[in-house]
């Protein structure tokens, strides 16, 4: 089972935009590890760092078979995320397939936040954290909205 | 300014439907509150009700979880409720997370976190769910006081209205410094009865306003807590003065029996058993006031709506029309598990909406039985302030009950609530020249004078017909087996002087 579709356009999204925001602020950032660390602010702030970090592991083992390059990425016991940023800046050559993981484990993140809390109140979460154009249309890869 | 103003303390509304009117027209601005009772019963539904009623984007509510129940989870059973509206998160409501805190350091240290975190919102509301996880860790008396002393002094300083959230046992009650701290405390209980729940709320304490004590039932649906004041949400209403009008049941005989009606504002108890009529007598009685212009209300227990119109028609009574008309209104309520608050919040909703002046229960026994097994205890009582209640308001109620035919005593009713009623008109099966007939008695009427005859009556396609005159010929009508007197005297009716205006 891959992440859904919808939510790998969101995480897309997400990505995309701060991707655009890394440009001017902190460009050797990658955009995946920028996205899950705003998640782990805004989310852990009312799940608290147990709860994030168990989410955060959940969603790490459901992208792994989907995304290889994720196998090396682990999550510490305060919810961040080690290697991913460092597996994304070593595989320069295949740039695609190193932000393709990205999308996949933030895509599972959002997916398991949907599952649990629905579409409506995931969003006015991710609403907190993003400005609105980080969920504009034309950020997206499928023209979807989210 | 003048020296003379006392401080005006706004009410908030509680988000709970029937709870504001318990606490005295709403919460009290800036007081600090405690929640208490068990698991499951509705403190953490009840705040959010709360919560979701006064959160601003200007002045939102802080919502901090502890350790129990995770937020992802509360979110996601609380979202299920009407109430609920993702739209107002984070940006009216924010939950924070203490644990990390709680399990890490000391209060202190929670009090810190809590203090920045209103700080840096301004929160209009602060819930802390579960509190009492909080204050398990062993701490000395000393500094769980200075705690709680300064939590409270901090929040009502930053004018914050604040929900702690406790799972706290009665036996707690005297001797825990946060219920002396405390402005309001609200105790939820919810006990098994058989094979029911029963909910009940109370307010222990509420500074500052009237609350109305006792305990009230409370319900939790699909639109979160509900509570049933125990003053069936008329408290303030103004008491309707005695009415001389006299309503009719359109059974000429039997208006005349009642020295032109029962009064209105009365309440009627038609006893008799099973087949007697009584159910004939209640929709007659329904149906003349609907013919007068006279909204009504029958509350069924033992059928359903539809086959109590059915019924009506086939004594030639529509009630199907009237029911389109919003003139009458057929309640089914449901059965096994209500208490008599809610079956009263129904009854008073539907007189309220179609402007009732008549209300059938039908029956008394139904109405028993319907309720929650921990209900049927307090019947008695209940219906007595049911009954006050509602006639209070004007309604004139004609309720029903089934009572076991005795061939050696006259009952009125199974239930002793006779003392509750102002008129009773009493139906029995009498046993005469090889017949089984049935025979009508008006036992009593608070509000004036009333034929003393026993009339015989029959059930016929135009309903109860009262047959000839008083039955002159017997003795011993009541006990059920009548000997006959072989009197023939006269059987005309002594004149009844009522002076009391007849409406119909």
Known sequence: ?146 | MNTQDKVKINKLPTGVPGLDEIVGGGLPEFSFNIIAGAPGSGKTTLAHQFVFANATPERPALYFTVLGESAIKMLRYQQQYTFFDPAMLPGSIRFINLSQVVLEKDLGAVLLQITKEVEKSNPAVVVVDSFRTMIRKPESDLDLQSFIQGLALFLASWQATTFLIGEYAEEELHDNPIFTVADGLFWLRQTAERNSIVRKLQIIKLRGQDSVPGLHTFRITDAGVQAFSRTFGLTGHAKNPPSHRRLCFGIPELDKMLGGGVREGDSVLVAGSSGTGKSVLATQFIAEGIRHGEPGIVAVFEERPQAYAERAVSLGLDLETPQKDGKLKILYLRPLDLSVDETMHSILDAVQKIGAKRLVIDSLAGFEMALSPGFRADFRESLYRMIFALTGIGVTILSTVEVDESFTEFPFSTYSISFLTDDIIRLRYVSIDGQLRKIMVVIKMRGGNHAKDIREYEITSKGVVILGERLTNYQGLISGIPVHSDRSDSTEEPPLDTGIERKT
């Open chain 1, 1 to 146: 089972m891959t992440a859904a579709p919808g939510m790998r356009d969101l995480a897309h999204r997400l990505l995309t935009y701060e991707a655009g925001a890394a440009k001017t602020s902190e460009p050797m950032e990658s955009p995946s590890l920028r996205v899950y660390e705003k998640l782990r602010q805004s989310l852990g702030e009312f799940v608290g760092v147990v709860g994030f970090q168990s989410l955060a592991s959940r969603a790490l083992t459901l992208a792994r078979p989907e995304a290889p390059s994720l196998s090396a990425a682990r999550v510490t016991s305060d919810g961040s995320l080690q290697a991913l940023g460092e597996i994304e800046t070593q595989i320069d050559m295949d740039k695609d397939r190193a932000g393709e993981g990205g999308i996949i484990l933030i895509a599972r993140l959002l997916g398991l936040l949907r599952s649990f809390l629905g579409e409506a109140l995931t969003l006015s979460l991710l609403r907190n954290a993003w400005p609105s154009e980080a969920f504009d249309d034309r950020n997206s890869v499928h023209g979807r909205k989210a």
